[in-house]
């Protein structure tokens, strides 16, 4: 299977369009990995590899700083599904940040092995590390 082939099997289902049962799906994924989604923070977009949910994104912009949360379910990383998530998370950013005097993005990383190596190719900085998690910014 070629890349695009694998690509295509998944469906992104964006905002209103996501499913309650799919949503809680996504936060039991997330509390799983110790991703602690804020009540802020809203749904933007969910993967779904058929009937199942194995990604998704939260985002919130909220008094110049936007955050975001990934989560991808364990048999399914390391095959690009999160590298697309932050990908749409920049995006959305990128679209959003002229509303804002010298906003920040910022990311609370908890796969320190994949994420901080990625965010760091995007140009985002570490800010902070404690036990488990590395919070990290680009301006």
């Known amino acids: 299977m070629n890349f695009n082939e694998f690509y295509n099997q998944f469906e992104y289902i964006y905002g209103e369009d996501i499913e309650s049962e799919d949503a809680d799906v996504a936060y039991n994924m997330a509390k799983k990995h110790d991703i602690a989604v804020l009540s802020d923070k809203e749904i933007f977009v969910i993967v779904k590899d058929g009937d199942e949910v194995v990604g998704a994104l939260w985002t919130v912009f909220m008094s110049g700083e936007y955050s975001f949360d990934v989560v991808v379910r364990d048999d399914y990383q390391g095959q690009g599904i999160g590298k697309e998530l932050v990908d749409i998370a920049i995006r ?48």
């Open 92 to 139: 959305e950013y990128d679209n959003s940040k002229d509303a804002f005097v010298d906003p920040l993005i910022r990311a609370d990383v908890v796969n320190q092995d994949v994420m901080v190596p990625l965010l760091l190719k995007k140009g985002f900085e570490i800010e902070s590390k404690s036990p488990g998690h590395t919070l990290m910014v680009r301006k």
